[in-house]
């Protein structure tokens, strides 16, 4: 390379004066190298004289990336939490970014600079690939397959462990929600093609597979019919509201939901002329003393409502047929009792959700559907019991304000106007109050309860471990100060409480706090999920309704909320 005027070699480019100093320093360290280029007429001293930086590359480096290879690639022993990234963590990853919330979620030029950071192990260019930038993935995504090199540092401190252990457990529950819950209601594609299916058919469609009502409510007779769909025979129930009913489609936009009954078809038909209705829907020639009709004189044309759930049975039907059980079995029916109040509440959050009411909340609205066959184990035992749990349907849509009755008395008058909830949300948390005395066989009526105090309401006998806190729910919800009753989410979490604890002997030992009940709910999660393998092990059979809610329990529950009802159940 021939000199420059003045005997000196070129300046390196701007770019690069920051790399100057160190080779200007590592010239007096080391015995200088003839570079390449360099004319062999140059005596040593004038060589001493005009030192040379060692050659640079092309490319402008982050300081932080040149540093020299330290060794075989080792993890920071200090750094169990996705804050901790490593300086490389700038390059984006080439996997797709993970859920919001979950580790390592957060772009690492946004996450926080005071964490430790990951020695690197060698040089590297912006230009050069990584070796593997993504990060490790969240618990919720952890499953058995996942590759021992993919857990990274989630393996590296007892915290990172614990992580993972309790985010699949949550992700677990949830998955395992899903399924039931589909295999309860089916799945949403094969609604959606059943609506398709059904849309502009009528009776001619369907063949009548009783002639007779399967089971009659407040507002509608429902019959059992045929349906052939897909080369198999489906059976459907048609609702034929009564006349003084008409207001029902809005349940067909509801989101479907367990607790609540969807509606998939809709046709104004004339009526079978082989229906037998108890009650004549128009006007009809009345029958002989102490003789059915048997059918209609004419066949009258009515909107008619196809649900894929059939009912057997209204929950006033049921209450009426089960005063012996209640006796001779207090706790299995009280538990019974339990389950069907919670899908009762959870089936008016729901309505809340759809910004709908509830204004005729009534046993003889709430219609009970079978379930599946219950695991082999259980079926004895609840066939001698008759406890098999039925799924508990809302079917009656009426908002308050559509369904007002007059004031019976002036105090209800009063007590009514000087409430600070709106109406619709009082009926609700009343007519729950009620429903507690219906099912337990205490009579009660609105009037009664409107003119006791909260220490007055009729007694509820102790005949189980369920007895007391049910008595508690009922004066929490049919108290007179607003301030002190309880909304339907709190009575619902208040029922979860009663049937899977915490119980009231869990503070028997340790002072009730946060920290007890966080552990509490963790190791039952943990319990719930090792119960649910050993059945599927085994001949229990697959999971049901009562599995279901039990698992929407714990899959949503904190322990602020447990903090905060059990305060309210177990208060003295």
């Not at 290879?69 to 996705?82: K, M």
């Not at 082989?274 to 009709?293: A, D, K, M, N």
């Amino acid at each position: 390379m021939p000199d420059t005027p003045g005997g000196h070699p070129p300046r390196p480019p701007a770019s690069a004066l920051i790399y100057s100093n160190v080779g200007e320093l590592r010239a007096h360290l080391v015995p200088r190298k003839a570079s390449r280029g360099e004319g062999a007429g140059r005596s040593p001293s004038q060589q001493s004289r005009d030192p040379l930086p060692p050659p640079l590359p092309k490319k402008q480096l982050q300081r932080a990336e040149s540093l020299p290879e330290q060794g075989p690639s080792r993890h920071w022993q200090g750094d169990p939490t996705p804050w901790a990234a490593s300086t490389l963590s700038s390059i984006p990853p080439p996997h797709p970014p993970h859920e919001e919330g979950a580790p390592s979620s957060i772009p690492p030029r946004d996450r926080p600079s005071w964490g430790p950071k990951r020695p690197l192990t060698k040089s590297q260019s912006l230009g050069e690939p990584v070796a593997r930038s993504s990060p490790s993935p969240s618990p919720a995504e952890v499953t058995f397959r996942t590759a021992d090199g993919e857990l990274g540092w989630l393996l590296e401190s007892p915290a990172g462990v614990c992580g993972v252990v309790l985010g699949c457990q949550a992700a677990t529950l949830a998955r395992l929600s899903a399924r039931i819950q589909e295999k309860l209601l089916g799945s949403e594609e094969r609604q959606r093609l059943l609506e398709a299916e059904l849309a502009g058919k009528g009776w001619a469609a369907f063949s009548v597979l009783e002639r007779e009502p399967c089971c009659q409510s407040g507002d509608a007779w429902y019959f059992p019919v045929g349906f052939a769909f897909e080369q198999s025979q489906l059976v459907f129930a048609a609702k034929v509201p009564k006349p003084c009913c008409a207001s029902l489609g809005v349940q067909s936009s509801f989101r479907a939901h367990c607790s609540i009954q969807r509606l998939i078809g809709r046709f104004t038909d004339r009526l079978p002329w082989e229906l037998v209705f108890p009650e004549s829907p128009e006007e009809q020639s009345q029958s002989p003393s102490g003789e059915e009709p048997a059918h209609l004189p004419t066949c009258p044309v009515l909107q008619v409502f196809i649900s894929p759930e059939v009912p057997y049975q209204t929950l006033a039907g049921f209450v009426k047929g089960t005063h012996g059980l209640h006796r001779t079995s207090p706790g299995h029916y009280e538990r019974l009792a339990c389950l069907l109040l919670l899908q009762v509440c959870m089936g008016l959050e729901h309505l809340r959700v759809q910004n709908m009411g509830q204004g005729d909340l009534c046993p003889e609205n709430l219609l009970l559907v079978q379930c599946p066959c219950p695991p082999q184990s259980q079926q004895g035992k609840e066939a001698s019991l008759g406890l098999s749990l039925p799924r508990l349907l809302i079917s009656s849509f009426f908002k308050v304000k559509d369904k007002q009755r007059p004031c019976s008395t002036s105090q209800e008058q009063d007590w009514t106007k000087g409430l600070a909830a709106p109406p619709a949300l009082v009926a609700d948390e009343l007519n729950v109050g009620m429903l507690i005395y219906q099912i337990l066989h205490v009579d009660i009526s609105l009037e009664n309860t409107l003119g006791f105090r909260s220490n007055r309401l009729p007694e509820i006998p102790s005949l189980s471990i369920y007895s007391t806190g049910l008595k508690r729910l009922a004066t929490l919800l049919l108290h007179t100060d607003p301030c002190k009753r309880v909304s339907i989410e709190q009575a619902r979490s208040i029922l979860q409480v009663l049937l899977w604890g915490p119980r009231q002997e869990l503070f028997a030992r340790s002072k009730k706090s946060l920290t007890l009940l966080r552990n509490w709910v963790e190791v039952k999660r943990a319990l719930l999920l090792l119960k649910f393998a050993e059945n599927s092990a085994g001949a229990a059979g697959s999971p049901g309704l009562e599995e279901w809610l039990c698992c929407q329990y714990f899959k949503e529950v904190t322990e602020d909320t447990l903090y905060r009802v059990t305060q309210a159940l177990y208060a003295p």
